[in-house]
């Protein structure tokens, strides 16, 4: 069974504080991504990685950057935690033909 | 880059009944549209895709139509259920650019 686990479920973060939300898939994908999903706005793209060290930005990736020095496994930083940045965060994996995406059961970031 | 739109944003249909969701989308090279549900707290999963060389594709009682001409595709549900309550995403991409563009989403409500 195909496996995408997110670090955490629930984070509660200060302003200003640096926050890495980890995202782990079992399955040998070549492609990860990160979305932001909030009620109304549905998911946009933080950023993606086609590779191991490859990253492209995605459509909003202001206040957020990322890190794949493994195939497995994909980082999300917040470099200074903001409290509009409180969201919903999932991370997702495919293959290289990019058919089915795989997501994480996501994590909920709540900035104070 | 892609933008894709869904319609409407709530829906709400007597069990039993039909249930349709209509989405557009902007780049005409666009190729691969996905559709995926999305239960109350659990994750995105991907319940039906159409690839642009056919025109429509049914598993069990959903099925979707693509109309390139008008840039348009639809998720049908037919003898909804209760099980069918969710938020679905339509998606589209170049098949094989790995980059979905995803809809804000629809709330489906089935009454029972």
């Known amino acids: 069974d195909v496996k995408v686990t997110q670090s955490s479920r629930y984070l509660v973060k200060r302003t200003g504080e640096k926050v890495f939300l980890e995202c782990v898939q079992d399955?040998?994908?070549?492609?990860m991504f990160w979305y932001r999903q909030d009620p109304g706005l549905g998911l946009r793209l933080i950023y993606f990685?086609?590779?191991?060290?490859?990253?492209e930005k995605g459509d909003i990736p202001e206040g957020y950057s990322v890190s794949r020095e493994k195939k497995e496994r994909f980082s999300l930083i917040l470099e200074s935690a903001s409290t509009n940045q409180t969201s919903m965060y999932l991370c997702?994996?495919?293959?290289?033909?990019?058919?089915?995406?795989?997501f994480g059961q996501g994590t909920r970031l709540t900035v104070v | 880059g892609e933008n894709v739109e869904q319609h409407p944003s709530t829906l709400s249909v007597q069990e039993g009944d039909s249930a349709v969701i209509k989405c557009t989308y902007s780049?005409?090279?666009?190729?691969?549209f996905p559709w995926y549900k999305q239960e109350l707290g659990k994750r995105p999963q991907l319940i039906i895709d159409?690839?642009?060389?056919?025109g429509e594709k049914k598993d069990q009682r959903i099925a979707v139509t693509l109309n390139k001409t008008a840039k348009h595709f639809s998720l049908h549900i037919t003898e909804t259920q209760p099980e069918d309550s969710a938020v679905y995403f339509c998606?589209?991409?170049?098949?094989?650019?790995?980059?979905?563009?995803f809809g804000k989403g629809n709330q489906v409500v089935v009454i029972p």
């Open positions: 997702a994996s495919s293959p290289p033909l990019g058919t089915e995406a795989f």
């Open positions: 399955m040998d994908h070549e492609n």
């Open positions: 990685s086609y590779d191991v060290k490859m990253k």
């Open positions: 780049d005409s090279a666009s190729n691969y």
């Open positions: 159409i690839r642009s060389n056919v």
């Open positions: 998606a589209a991409s170049i098949y094989g650019n790995n980059r979905l563009a």
